[in-house]
C-alpha cells in the first residue's frame, strides 16, 4: 500500500485561483442564509447522538435529507445529470458498465469541503473523510454522526485497517463516497487518483462509481468561490459561499464499472479518473466496431 506514503498537495491557491462569485447576495438574504446555518448546526447536534442508533437504511435517508436541507440553506442548486463511459482500446481494458444495487465506491474530483455534502444529497452513501477534520469541533461531531469512516493520511500504518473497513461497510451493501486526488483542486482541472481506496471495492468485490463534480454560476461559467485550497480556512470559504448568489453544482453520475478478475486497484483508479477528467474520447468519436 504505497499509494499513500505522503500528503498530496495541489497546485491551486486562494490568491492564484478563487474569486468571488459575479453575483453577491444582499445583506438581507446574507444574514438570513448564517441564521439558518447557525439553526441548522444547533438542531443537528444533538441529532447526531441519535442517528447513531438508527438503522442504515434510516440514516442514510436521513443523511440525505440533511445534506439537501444544508445546500438549500447555503444556496447552491444541485443539478444531477448522467454520464457515460467508453470501453474498448486501451482506455478501460479491464471494466464494464453495470447496473446494479448499493455497495458501490463512489469517487468524484475533490474541489470544496462541500462535496460530500453535495454527494451526499445525491447518492445514500457514507463519506471516507480525512482525519483533520477532528481539529474542527463541531464538523467533527456532525460528520461522525452521518457514519463517516475516518483516513489519517499522515500515518501509513494505518490505511491496511481503513481500507479494511471500507470494504467492509462496502459488502454490507452500503455505498462509501471518498476523493481520491487527496487533495482539493479549484475545478480547473483535477489531480492524479491515488491507487490505495480502490483496494477496498477489488477486496469487497464492489463496482466503482465515478462521479464529476463542477461548480458554476447561474450562466453556466466555471466559479471558483466554493473552492478550499491551498491555505484557505473554513470559515474563509463558508464566507464566499453565503455571500454567493446562483450558485449551481452540477454532479454528473456515470455507469457503475465492475473489475474483471485480475484488474489492479490502479487499473480501477486510472480508468475512474480517466472518466471523470473527461480523458475518455466522445461516444461520437469511437468507431462502430469499438
Known sequence: MSAWTWVPSGPCTVSGCVTPAPRAAGPVRLAGRVLAVVVLVLVALPWTAVAR????????????????????????????????????????????????????????????????????????????????????????????????????????????????????????????????????????????????????????????????????????????APAFVGEDSLLASLGRILRSRGLVVEVTLFPLLAHEPGATRRDLAGLARATVSGDLPRIHEVPAAA
Open 53 to 224: 442508533r438508527l438503522p442504515a437504511s434510516v440514516l442514510a435517508s436521513a443523511t440525505m435529507a440533511q445534506a439537501r436541507l444544508l445546500l438549500r440553506v447555503l444556496g447552491v442548486r444541485v443539478r444531477v445529470q448522467e454520464g457515460f463511459t467508453v470501453f474498448g482500446g486501451t482506455a478501460a481494458p479491464r471494466a464494464a458498465a453495470v447496473p446494479g444495487p448499493e455497495g458501490a465506491l463512489i469517487v468524484a474530483n475533490h474541489v470544496s469541503w462541500l462535496d460530500p455534502v453535495v454527494v451526499a444529497a445525491v447518492l445514500p452513501c457514507r463519506a471516507l473523510a480525512k482525519s483533520e477534520i477532528a481539529r474542527w469541533p463541531v464538523l467533527r461531531t456532525l460528520v461522525a454522526g452521518s457514519g463517516a469512516v475516518f483516513i489519517d493520511r499522515e500515518r501509513l500504518s494505518l490505511l491496511p485497517g481503513t481500507v479494511r473497513q471500507v470494504a467492509d461497510v462496502l459488502r454490507g451493501g452500503r455505498s462509501v463516497v471518498a476523493f481520491p486526488e487527496g487533495t482539493t483542486w479549484c475545478g480547473r482541472g483535477t489531480g492524479p487518483f491515488r491507487a490505495a481506496v480502490f483496494q477496498a471495492a477489488v477486496d469487497a468485490g464492489a463496482p466503482v462509481r465515478p462521479v464529476a463534480l463542477r461548480y458554476g454560476d447561474a450562466g453556466g461559467a466555471l466559479a471558483t
